[in-house]
Structure formats: C-alpha cells, structure tokens
C-alpha cells in the first residue's frame, strides 16, 4: 500500500540554520505530494504542494522538489528563524483521484535564538 | 471566513462510555474527512463523508465506530464503549470538492479523546 517515511525527530536549530527534513515515499502511480505544518494547539496548515515529477513547491521560504527517481519530497529552507518552530508532516494523495491523505509520521523542529 | 471547527477540544471518557466529537467545516464546503493520530504516530485516514453519504469508510475500525454528516448541522464521529487505545487526537478537515489532487483540505484544531 502507500505510505509516507519521515526524517525521525525532534529537530532542534539555531536561527539561521539550514533546514533539511527528510521524506521518502511508496505509492503506486503518480501520487501527489505535500507538506503540512501544525503550530501548537492548531490543526494542519498546507504549506507546499507537488503534483508531478520535478515540480518544486514553495511557500514562506520553504521548498521541496518532487523526485519520481528517488521517491523523495525533502523539505529545505535557507536560513529558519524562530517562529518556524512546529511539527511538519509529510504527505501524499494517491492518484485516480483518491481523496485521503496518507502521511508521514511528523517532524517537530524546535528553533532556537 | 471561520476555519474548520471542532468541538469539544478536550474530551474525557471511562471506558465503556460513549464519546460524540463534532466536526463543522468551512462555510461552503461539502465535503468531510476525519483522521486519527495516535500518540506518536502519523495521522491516519478513517472516514470521507459528504452531505448524507459516506464516500470512503476504508480507515474505519469495523466496530464501535462510527460517522455521519446530516443535511444540516455538524459531521459527527461516534465512538461507542470506548477503550484506552482510542485515546488519540482526532482532525477533521473538510473541502469544497472530492479529491485532495485538486483540492485543499483544511484542517481543524482536533479533539484530544482521554480515556481512562
């Protein structure tokens, strides 16, 4: 079945830092794949999206290259201040247009000043 | 425009109760998702529902649960005689349209279930 393998955390930075947080995926066809983010005591915010081979999704500075020959989705960012402190979660919707999200089991980053 | 709601935040439940988590989505949405996270663990897909329908029910456990979203009012998830292990965070999301290729799904604040 499909299924979602995240970088095991937490993850503790110092501001500025350079930000990888790992993602690999199993899935038949051609999944989409995303990143979700979850600040304490919210639900999940949408933070990028890919829904083909080589496409690069970006947003608030955040990236991630969908890679078919990896089966890989990392998530970078240059330099992470300290608001970025949060739980990400990796994800994918399957293709033929399925409507659940499988995911990852989540990332917490902890940046410190 | 509220976001997706989700009520009660914090429920506490014997085992053997009854508990009732209420989902209301975004103004305009037709369609509901629940998913659960168990402590350390990913979130994991339960149910799809539209108005009245239940679209996809492939991540329910077969028994005790259950889920619905009426014409009117909120989507309900209803777990029966709960036990220690459905103790979890449950989300609810919801979106304007079926499929998560196209559309976002939105996700709420979650309800925290504690069984004890």
């Known amino acids: 079945g499909n299924s979602v393998t995240q970088m095991e955390g937490p993850v503790t930075l110092s501001e500025e830092a350079f930000l990888t947080i790992n993602c690999t995926y199993t899935?038949?066809?051609?999944?989409?794949l995303f990143w979700y983010v979850q600040y304490p005591g919210e639900g999940l915010q949408l933070l990028l999206k890919?829904?083909?081979?080589?496409d690069k999704g970006s947003n608030k500075g955040f990236e991630a290259t969908y890679r078919k020959e990896t089966t890989s989705f990392h998530l970078e960012k240059g330099s992470v201040q300290v608001s970025d402190s949060a739980v990400y979660f990796c994800?994918?919707?399957?293709?033929?247009?399925?409507?659940?999200?499988?995911f990852g089991q989540g990332t917490r980053l902890t940046i410190n000043p | 425009n509220a976001g997706v709601m989700q009520n009660p935040r914090h429920l506490v439940r014997r085992r053997g109760q009854e508990a009732r988590l209420r989902c209301s989505p975004m103004?305009?949405?037709?369609?509901v998702y629940w998913y659960r996270q168990l402590p350390e663990e990913g979130l994991k897909f339960m149910v799809y529902?539209?108005?009245?329908?239940?679209?996809?029910e492939s991540g329910m456990p077969k028994e005790r649960f259950s889920a619905e979203f009426p014409k009117e009012g909120p989507s309900i998830l209803r777990i029966q005689q709960v036990v220690r292990g459905d103790s979890a965070a449950y989300f609810c999301?919801?979106?304007?349209?079926?499929?998560?290729?196209?559309?976002?799904?939105?996700f709420g604040p979650g309800t925290r279930l504690t069984v004890t």
């Open positions: 103004k305009g949405h037709s369609h």
């Open positions: 994800a994918l919707s399957a293709s033929q247009g399925a409507q659940k999200l499988v």
């Open positions: 890919a829904t083909k081979a080589d």
């Open positions: 999301a919801s979106s304007p349209a079926g499929t998560a290729l196209l559309y976002e799904q939105y």
């Open positions: 529902l539209q108005k009245e329908n239940i679209i996809d």
């Open positions: 899935a038949t066809g051609y999944p989409s």
